[in-house]
């Protein structure tokens, strides 16, 4: 199971912190990524961090704005949004990857940038 939470509503350049709560037989043994959907769009991925080595890819679109991170100890894997923009408004998902595509999905948590 994965549970997101962090989610709310923002100011444009402000910050906001998800975080994303997982199973230890989940955490332990995938990779793991943040995409969002915003509303009329299709989904896009955001963020994905390595199980193995804690390595790290970016969309293009946040690169240098956001940062994934995943403490092993809590099972948990976060996302530090910086200089938010309004265009970053949606709903954020974190997922448990295998291959690196997404296999097990949280529930999502809205994030709204307002300008």
């Known amino acids: 199971q994965l549970q997101a939470s962090g989610g709310g509503l923002v100011q444009a350049g402000g910050s906001l912190r998800l975080s994303c709560a997982a199973s230890?037989?989940?955490?332990?043994?995938?990779?793991m990524g943040w995409y969002r959907q915003a509303p009329g769009k299709e989904r896009e991925f955001v963020a994905r961090?390595?199980?193995?080595?804690?390595?790290?890819y970016y969309g293009d679109s946040v690169k240098g704005r956001f940062t994934i991170s995943r403490d092993n100890a809590k099972n948990t894997v976060y996302l530090q949004m910086n200089s938010l923009k309004p265009e970053d408004t949606a709903v954020y998902y974190c997922?448990?990857?295998?291959?690196?595509?997404?296999?097990?999905w949280g529930q999502g948590t809205q994030v709204t940038v307002s300008s």
């Open positions: 997922a448990a990857l295998v291959n690196s595509a997404p296999k097990y």
């Open positions: 230890g037989l989940i955490f332990s043994s995938h990779h």
């Open positions: 961090i390595s199980w193995t080595d804690s390595s790290t």
